[in-house]
């Protein structure tokens, strides 16, 4: 009989070593695109409206299939992740990404064009997936919060990008480039994926403890330059789970935890970092004002990312989200009681400390918390899931905003979010884990 690996306990020992950044860069490649082409949709509508390619109507359906095809994206992953592995889920994924975004730039009409966005929605989805949970199986636990902070960071850098290849590329070329340069950079680092080796934790879940033993003797080979290695510290034996004990306690509760802090992190971004641009316009700002705030605003989100990297490992998941969603709350109602036109320095004070506050949240719940929260062998797809009901929100919270503005203006917006953040509070200090310093194998022992 094969003995265990212990593929967990071995990882968790190995300093951090130029494998480590390896395999970042390879999965930080990826998601940068992801990021990349989930704000691309601003300065590519507004291009299409010029031109006279496109419509408002049609580019809400370009929008909504977006997030629809995310939706969805999300789910199937997770399931497939779990069944096939991470290295091959992410392969398909991204060729699937690219070849799509090349398509999309040869689009004939906006039909094509909102078909080829919902196979890139489709993309984006499973990214994001993907990209965060395999990297939580290499990583050790003391850099683990650390890691996939900078990791959202780098996603979330794919806002200014965007905006200034836009700014730089559709005046004088046109659309078209944006789409051609992530279905070239996608592809690129499809290449280059070639070399992502499959997650040993997972090898060892499926049973697979032949390859998984071999794999590790070749990382430990890396990892450790030559030097004796840490003794590994085997953790107790931890039962496997299946997919039916996600509805059953207590991993009924972190999918909770999980689904709820997703939607309320999407709602905060779709619902109310996008729209600032139609923010400041209805407070009465004009369009190069309205955008010079944006800009000066989403500065704040490289700062947060930055800070919740910081706070994730030196405070713990927990009261980092907790103490970020006080924050957003307290900022949020005195940046609805100031106007942008009669109140310029408030406003850009309260919104920077604001949206610093929702991106410490980002970061760690993007890139963190969620894929920490349950077991290497439904990882995947619990994540998945949760990512399902977050990016569903995607759907639908431009709408609720929208009507949320025209009845109630700015302060019905920040009320929602006030009300999504205090149940973040409860469900995370109720029912939330603490994955600071233990391995994942030791967060899972909570499941049995």
């Known amino acids: 009989m094969a003995q265990a690996v212990n593929a967990g306990a071995r990882l968790d020992r190995l300093p951090i070593s130029p494998f480590h950044y390896r395999i ?107 990209g965060y949970s395999t990297m939580t199986e290499f990583v050790p636990p003391k850099m683990r919060g650390r890691w996939q902070s900078m990791m959202a960071f780098i996603v979330v850098a794919g806002f200014p990008m965007t905006s200034l290849l836009g700014y730089l590329i559709i005046p004088s070329f046109g659309w078209r480039p944006m789409f051609v340069i992530a279905g070239i950079g996608s592809l690129i680092v499809w290449y280059l994926r070639k070399n992502l080796p499959e997650s040993p934790r997972w090898l060892e879940a499926q049973g697979r403890l032949e390859e998984a033993e071999t794999l590790m003797q070749v990382i430990e080979k890396e990892a450790s330059g030559g030097k004796p290695l840490p003794p590994v510290v085997i953790p107790p034996p931890v039962a496997q789970v299946a997919a039916s004990d996600l509805i059953k306690p207590p991993l009924l509760q972190r999918m909770v935890v999980g689904s709820w802090v997703l939607i309320s992190i999407n709602t905060l971004i779709f619902g109310f970092v996008i729209f600032l641009p139609q923010f400041f316009l209805r407070q009465g700002l004009t369009i190069t004002n309205s955008l010079a ?144 310093n233990r391995g994942l194998e030791d967060v899972a022992k909570a499941n049995a």
Not at 84 to 105: H, M, P, V, W
Not at 334 to 360: C, E, K, Q, T
């Open 24 to 130: 970042f860069a390879l999965i930080a490649a990826g998601m940068f695109f992801d990021g990349y082409d989930l704000y691309v949709a601003g300065g590519v509508l507004a291009s299409l409206i010029q031109s006279k390619f496109s419509t408002l109507p049609h580019n809400l359906q370009f929008i909504s299939l977006t997030f629809v095809g995310m939706t969805i994206g999300s789910l199937i992953t997770g399931f497939v992740g779990d069944k096939f592995g991470r290295r091959f889920t992410y392969q398909i994924n991204l060729l699937i990404f690219g070849l799509a975004s090349l398509a999309a730039a040869f689009s004939q009409d906006m039909t094509q064009l909102i078909a080829c966005r919902f196979v890139q929605g489709l993309g984006l989805g499973a990214e994001i997936v993907v």
């Open 293 to 436: 705030y944006t800009l000066v605003l989403s500065a704040a989100s490289l700062v947060g990312c930055l800070l919740g990297a910081w706070s994730s490992d030196a405070i713990g998941r927990r009261w980092s989200i907790i103490g970020a969603s006080v924050v957003t709350i307290f900022a949020g109602y005195i940046y609805a009681r100031f106007d942008a036109a009669s109140d310029p320095a408030i406003v850009l004070a309260v919104g920077f400390v604001l949206v610093v506050a929702i991106y410490v949240q980002t970061a760690i719940l993007y890139g963190v918390y969620p894929p920490e929260l349950f077991p290497t062998e439904i990882r995947l797809r619990a994540n998945g899931i949760c990512n399902f009901f977050g990016r569903g929100a995607t759907v639908i919270s431009p709408f609720i905003v929208g009507s949320l503005m025209a009845s109630y203006r700015l302060p019905g917006v920040i009320w929602l979010m006030i009300g999504l953040v205090v149940i973040q509070i409860l469900v995370v200090w109720a029912w939330g884990v603490e994955p600071r």
